[in-house]
């Protein structure tokens, strides 16, 4: 069972669309991770949060930790914002695990 | 820098080659990991070294040969693959494997076929 669960899998907006995706989680953690992987490439860490908000640019993220629950927002959603977003969590024997991913697709 | 530098982006190999992954940062982390992505898969943790020293072997086959030369540098050495390792092979590193408060920098990954 995988410990990490994200919501939607796959998510077709407008640009300019606000977007959430979701993650909730089971185990006990201290942070979490949100990542963001473009088709065919490598992963970019886009905030790692332990703690009530965080914002960069047009991205935002939250987390409550007591509800084990986090969200990633994009405002003004562009084309370019395509991608799969992952959401990770560090687990008790020093791995990380990985959610399953969100695949956004902006259409312009 | 605080980039995590994987060469090469893409290889080619046949099942008989011998050749060999590389991944270098020098943020001074002293935690690195190999990952297994197959398609539209999450990653798969292979190998962690932490201080240089192997840690964790997530029971990869031998064919997968990890090496740690320096603090920097982290390498993985493949032979006699096979098609089913094809797949993007990602470095990440961590200021060490404990880290809860800076989080794990990734590689922008070697795309590798197995012909």
């Known amino acids: 069972k995988n410990e990490v669960e994200q919501s939607p899998q796959n998510l077709t907006a407008q640009e300019g669309e606000f977007i959430t995706i979701n993650c909730s989680y089971s185990v006990g953690i201290s942070a979490l991770h949100w990542l963001q992987q473009h088709p065919g490439g490598g992963i970019v860490s886009l905030f790692m949060?332990?703690?009530g908000k965080k914002k960069h640019g047009r991205l935002i993220a939250t987390i409550n930790i007591q509800e084990k629950h986090s969200s990633l927002h994009i405002t003004a959603s562009h084309p370019r914002d395509s991608a799969v977003y992952i959401c990770a969590v560090p687990s008790p024997d020093d791995k990380i695990i990985f959610g399953k991913g969100t695949r956004l697709h902006i259409l312009p | 820098d605080t980039e995590v530098t994987q060469t090469p982006k893409h290889l080619v190999m046949g099942m008989t080659n011998k050749k060999s992954l590389k991944c270098e940062q020098h943020m001074g982390h002293r935690a690195m990991y190999w990952y297994k992505q197959k398609a539209k898969k999450p990653p798969e943790l292979m190998f962690v070294?932490?201080?240089?020293?192997?840690?964790i072997n997530e029971s990869v086959p031998s064919r997968f040969s990890p090496e740690c030369p320096n603090s920097s540098l982290l390498n993985l050495h493949l032979h006699a693959l096979q098609p089913e390792d094809s797949a993007l092979y990602l470095c990440?590193?961590?200021?060490?494997?404990?880290?809860?408060?800076?989080?794990?920098?990734f590689g922008s990954g070697t795309r590798l076929t197995v012909v």
């Open positions: 990440a590193s961590s200021q060490d494997p404990l880290d809860r408060v800076y989080g794990y920098t």
């Open positions: 070294y932490s201080y240089e020293k192997l840690s």
């Open positions: 949060l332990s703690s």
